[in-house]
């Protein structure tokens, strides 16, 4: 049998391993399991061979989806029981986005890093006039139920706790202030009220929502966000890809730092960059 003192060792290591996955401060980890920064801080430290409380225990295994016996040493595997059950779900796209996941997804996401990359353009930086056009005639959610969906997410973009980062290519942008491809058809009077709608979000959210924009020579990627460590949902047209395995969730927030590594235009530059695009508009 482990003394407390080897079991102490496992139990410190096992709890580095947790807050190595956790997309946040020591402090954030800490309110998430009911303890205060200085006594996480002594249950890290090594100075005690106690182990915490067992209700502190059973908070971590909780609240970041771990085993208690992997915490305490008794198997090498960190799954919970539930989490044995398929990392990957399909959820199909509702007809109405009030009946989607989505909007849920975000909420339960409130405090962590979301990362973004969009198949069109961000959704809360759309004016009504685009969202009309692009869904309109698509078969998915009624374009005034997107509508109301942008301007909750919009809102939710405002909060102080919000952290959202957004990636897409930069030609994207520039086929759209010209009026090719899906945008041919949309008048230029409501491209140009898009290009500056987007401008000013963009300066207005700044830092709180941050836009990169790379060169789609140079990179590539299909639609997707991650929420924060819960889950990843990848879109495919008519369906999400729904990824909760926590290794497949690192590898598309490593993809995502990859891109933003490459991009050309950072956040801080983006509101300038989307207003240079109002002339070229045609």
């Known amino acids: ?31 998430s399991v009911g303890l205060d920064r200085s ?28 085993s208690l016996d992997w915490l305490l040493g008794l198997s090498q595997d960190d799954r919970t029981a539930a989490e044995v059950a398929p990392t990957l779900e399909i959820e199909e796209r509702a007809a109405s986005a009030d009946d989607t996941r989505l909007a849920e997804w975000h909420r339960e996401a409130a405090g962590y ?46 909060l102080p706790e919000t952290d959202m980062e957004a990636c897409m290519p930069l030609q994207r942008l520039e086929s759209f202030a010209l009026g090719e491809g899906r945008w041919r058809q949309l ?3 409501q491209r140009l009220e898009q290009v500056r709608q987007m401008a000013d979000l963009l300066a207005e959210l700044y830092p709180t929502f941050r836009l990169f924009l790379y060169d789609e020579q140079q990179a590539f990627s299909a639609p997707y ?37 490459r991009a050309t235009v950072n956040p801080h530059e983006a509101a300038a960059w989307v207003a240079a695009l109002a002339p070229r508009v045609a």
Do not use: W
Request: charged fraction near 25%; hydrophobic fraction near 35%.
């Open 225 to 261: 966000t991650v929420f924060g460590p819960q889950r990843a949902a990848v879109y495919v047209g008519d369906m999400y890809l729904v990824l909760y395995g926590t290794d497949q969730i690192q590898a598309l927030t490593q993809h995502f730092d990859r891109l933003i590594r």
């Open 187 to 189: 008048p230029p009077a």
């Open 1 to 31: 049998m482990r003394d407390k003192r080897e079991l102490g060792a496992i139990f410190r290591e096992r709890l580095e391993q947790v807050l190595s996955r956790f997309q946040g401060s020591n402090a954030r980890f800490a309110q």
């Open 39 to 66: 006594a996480l801080s002594q249950l890290l430290s090594g100075r005690s061979t106690r182990l915490p409380r067992a209700e502190t225990l059973t908070s971590i295994a909780q609240q970041h989806h771990v």
């Open 113 to 158: 890093k979301i990362r973004y990359v969009p198949a069109s353009l961000p959704d809360l930086l759309r004016t009504d006039d685009v969202i009309r056009f692009e869904h309109g005639r698509d078969g998915g959610p009624r374009p005034s139920t997107l509508i109301r969906e942008a301007g909750r997410r919009l809102a939710y973009s405002r």
